[in-house]
């Protein structure tokens, strides 16, 4: 997984609306009437409901491989190699970056990236001995890694070198497109500081020129990943840590609660650009939308950048009245659920297209974006986005395939052998010839399956609550029952029908996927399977496989797109439902500076009051 599982937000918009109102979807900046920058204040920003950040290591994990916690809290303290977001553009920001443009040769297997002059908040560079640190990391411990897919980075690099202090260079086993090499592998770089090269708070900080430092063997590089991971484990010391303390980004934690309370402080040393204006930026955690919603229309400043949840939107002029612009945050993604392909019991059942064919038939998408999310979405048909306004989704992306029919649902399962028993969609004829259930689905087998969905949000409640009424009209009986976020993402593992944590049947975090730090909408780490690595779903297809590598390097990369987004639209390896924008912004009119990333990146160090 990515940092791109995503909360389904409590305020949701959509470009669909604005578009039929004759304008486009925009997350452009944000600020007063007056245009005079006040020096320091503290902004306050509201966490997404139940999403709060709860892993501070940038070498993360599936399970906190997340929005809440890579896009807007890490990325404030530890900068990426290569920076995504050139305002609200879908780009890569070179400006932001601390490596240039990367130099592509010797027909595209070498990349040499040059770096600015970065510091660590300890007073020494960043250099490429940090960038190496980070392979040695990434290489040694890539299967505890959410980004890592198989074949992919880093396996797709044969070696990297340090030349010198400011130039990095990688061999790749193959030549690929430099700009999908860019977007979608360079982008998962993070250059970790030599002080964190120790296996234990007992030792002193490494001089980071020092040789033979644990990172560069087999053993010690194992040790320091441990290390590093019991420390980010350990919610409570964030803020007290000699080792995340050391940052080269725009800010430094001061302090860090359990519940995710963070607030941040300028880091001093920091030498990129955007130097902080603000004096301090909190980051607040609430258990659901309501909540947040309760302490922004309370005023008294409590909230600088809060949202507005959908099914309060009636309330948006008095929101304003209260000294708040509302602006849509529009981000490059898309939105499913994944159904357990592998469990054991009701795999089978999932594994059969007729029957993915028939519950993606029973979701109104134009009904639920009307009804749930009050016009703000926009409709999904495969892993393409089609919002923000791209390049990238073709027709066949832009058009529902299996719209919403009740007699379509019900005919797809009764021409497949299973007939309502009871009330329940139960196997009659079991078998694999084309009028049977289909492979090891047993006779008297039954559609009844278990799905839990994140809890705090009103309009992901009431899709499945539609959702479970629709189906119930064909004889599918889904009991649904809500659990906090956090919990949704880490209960969908991927697994093998033997394993004992197999036994999940259907997920849904409402949020989907936004696409980083792989920035260009190809399906490796989505759909991509091979030893030991399934997609989401448990999904493995070797078709997928080829057109997905083929997104990477065929020299037409839009027609290898378009094949591949077109196979997905029509064999639903996840179930697609409506993508919500991220949140209906409320920013307060005193703040200028705002400018709402379309990979969800925080950037305080942009903010500004006014008077």
């Not at 959908?310 to 499913?336: H, R």
């Not at 027609?559 to 991220?582: E, H, R, S, W």
């Amino acid at each position: 997984m990515r940092r791109s599982i995503r909360f389904a937000g409590a305020a949701v918009a959509a470009g669909a609306l604005l578009a039929a109102c004759g304008s486009t979807s925009s997350s452009s900046s944000t600020s007063s009437s007056s245009t005079q920058p006040i020096k320091g204040g503290t902004a306050y920003f509201a966490e997404q409901p139940g999403a709060s950040p709860n892993y501070i290591f940038p070498l993360t994990p599936s399970g906190e491989f997340s929005v809440n916690n890579l896009a807007q809290f890490q990325v404030l303290m530890y900068r990426p190699l290569y920076y995504f977001g050139n305002g609200n553009k879908a780009a890569i920001n070179y400006n932001l970056s601390i490596g240039n443009q990367p130099v592509f040769s010797n027909g595209d297997k070498t990349v040499t990236v040059t770096l600015k002059h970065y510091e660590w908040s300890n007073g020494t560079p960043v250099t490429s001995r940090d960038v190496l640190f980070f392979m040695n990391l990434v290489k040694a411990e890539k299967a505890n890694w959410g980004a890592y897919v198989p074949g992919a980075f880093p396996d797709n690099v044969v070696s990297t070198t340090a030349p010198n202090a400011t130039t990095v260079v990688f061999q790749l086993n193959k030549a690929y497109n430099p700009t999908w090499f860019t977007y979608n592998e360079l982008s998962q770089i993070t250059p970790f500081p030599m002080a964190w090269d120790r296996t234990s708070l007992t030792q002193s900080a490494p001089n980071p020129n020092a040789a033979n430092l644990p990172d560069t063997t087999t053993t010690g590089v194992k040790a320091v990943y441990s290390f590093l991971n019991s420390q980010a484990s350990d919610l409570s010391t964030y803020a007290t840590s000699p080792v995340w303390s050391i940052v080269d980004g725009p800010w430094k934690l001061s302090s860090f609660t359990t519940v995710g309370r963070a607030v941040f402080v300028p880091n001093t040393k920091y030498s990129g650009p955007d130097k902080p204006k603000l004096s301090e930026f909190v980051e607040l955690p609430f258990t659901s939308a309501s909540s947040e919603f309760n302490v922004l229309r309370a005023g008294n400043n409590a909230i600088t950048y809060g949202y507005v949840p959908t099914e309060d939107l009636t309330q948006k002029a008095s929101v304003e009245a209260l000294g708040y612009t509302i602006n849509p945050w529009v981000d490059l993604g898309f939105n499913f659920f994944p159904i357990n392909l592998n469990n054991p019991t009701y795999g089978p059942v999932f594994q059969q297209l007729y029957f993915r064919q028939a519950l993606e038939h029973l979701i109104d998408q134009p009904a639920w974006i009307t009804h749930f999310l009050d016009g703000y979405g926009v409709t999904t048909s495969s892993p393409v986005p089609t919002e923000p306004s791209n390049t990238f989704a073709d027709a066949t992306s832009r058009t529902i395939q299996y719209p919403y029919s009740i007699s379509a649902a019900k005919n797809l399962l009764t021409s497949h052998g299973w007939k309502i028993t009871n009330g329940v969609m139960t196997c009659e004829s079991p078998g694999t010839s084309a009028t049977e259930c289909g492979a090891n689905i047993p006779q008297g087998r039954k559609m009844t399956f278990n799905m839990i969905y994140a809890s705090g949000v009103t309009s992901l409640a009431q899709e499945m609550t539609a959702l479970s009424s629709a189906a119930k009209q064909v004889g599918i009986v889904l009991n649904i029952s809500a659990q906090p976020f956090n919990s949704v993402i880490s209960d969908q593992p991927h697994c093998t029908a033997t394993q004992s944590d197999c036994s999940w049947e259907m997920v849904n975090w409402g949020g989907g996927w936004e696409y980083s730090p792989d920035n260009y909408p190809t399906g490796g780490e989505l759909f991509g399977s091979g030893p030991g690595h399934t997609g989401f779903s448990n999904y493995a297809n070797n078709q997928a496989n080829q057109l997905i590598d083929a997104t990477h390097t065929a020299t037409n990369a839009q027609g290898a797109l378009d094949a591949y987004q077109n196979f997905m639209d029509k064999t639903l390896p996840v179930i697609y439902q409506p993508y919500p924008d991220y949140a209906i912004s409320a920013i307060a009119k005193k703040l200028g500076g705002v400018t709402q990333n379309p990979y969800l990146d925080l950037a305080p160090e942009t903010w500004y009051f006014t008077k």
